[in-house]
């Protein structure tokens, strides 16, 4: 991969996109290009790709040394189909030829705390939002990671639409919550390249700034609308067929409705304060 390679991926990503720096090329190209992969060659993951990916993502930063993530790897094709049947409305999660749960796990530090004899005075929702963020870079590294290495790969948010008996199928105990899936096979077809918000509107210097945002969201969705349109409207049912149907559109319409409204309550029977 060169540095043209590379400025071509910001300019596909972004209207106001910077030039592309030469150190390190490759990687950044293969990161700037990264699109969600849901369709899957009929072949399996080696295993020592697997556990290099795992060293990979367990390498990436950690709040404060705690390492408070684990991944578990559906190996077992009964393990991957019942997973798949409790992610609704997303069939090719089934076809994956591996999946993996990535947990937030905030047990291992309570259980120091036990064996030290030491009281664990930090029982509050700074507990279960540092475990989230263990979680959530580990995904990414693992996820950067396979990606370079010519795998595809799709996180899975709505492993948390069932907590609890994903939590149950997993083996999962209290303070250890499943923070996201990721499906991860060899790539049937290239991916597509999503988009982005433009740098200026999510990069600040100094100080967060909104000036001129909805007109720089109402410029992006009809660009999203004319290169990038969605294949079908949400709840038409409810909105109706709209003649522009932007990025912005979809987003509201998707969460007009509730989704994981039990997630705090599930959290809670898992033993987390969320004072």
Not at 238 to 258: C, E, I, L
Request: charged share 25%.
């Amino acid at each position: 991969m060169s540095q043209t390679d590379l400025t071509q991926a910001f300019a596909a990503r972004y209207s106001d996109a910077p030039a592309a720096c030469a150190d390190g090329a490759a990687l950044l190209q293969s990161m700037a290009a990264r699109g969600s992969c849901r369709a899957f060659e009929d072949r399996a993951v080696p295993q020592d790709v697997l556990d290099s990916l795992c060293a990979i993502a367990m390498a990436s930063p950690t709040k404060s040394d705690l390492q408070q993530r684990d991944i578990v790897m559906l190996r077992s094709p009964d393990q991957r189909q019942r997973l798949a049947a409790l992610v609704a409305g997303q069939a090719w999660v089934a076809q994956a030829p591996m999946l993996l749960v990535f947990c937030g796990n905030n047990r291992r530090q309570r259980l120091l705390h036990d064996w030290h004899e030491v009281p664990f005075a930090n029982d509050h929702l700074d507990a279960l939002i540092n475990a989230a963020a263990d979680a959530a870079i580990a995904l990414g590294a693992f996820a950067t990671a396979a990606e370079a290495m010519g795998l595809g790969c799709c996180p899975i948010s709505a492993v948390r639409n069932d907590a609890g008996a994903v939590s149950d199928l997993l083996g999962l105990p209290d303070h250890v919550f499943p923070f996201a899936g990721l499906a991860l096979g060899y790539p049937a077809a290239p991916v597509t390249l999503s988009k982005r918000l433009p740098l200026g509107v999510t990069c600040h210097v100094d100080r967060y700034k909104e000036e001129e945002l909805r007109a720089a969201v109402e410029a992006y969705d009809k660009d999203r609308a004319a290169t990038q349109p969605y294949g079908k409207q949400r709840f038409v049912d409810r909105f109706g067929q709209a003649d522009t149907y932007g990025w912005s559109d979809d987003k509201v319409r998707q969460y007009s409705a509730p989704e994981r409204a039990e997630f705090g309550a599930f959290i809670r029977k898992r033993g987390f304060c969320l004072d």
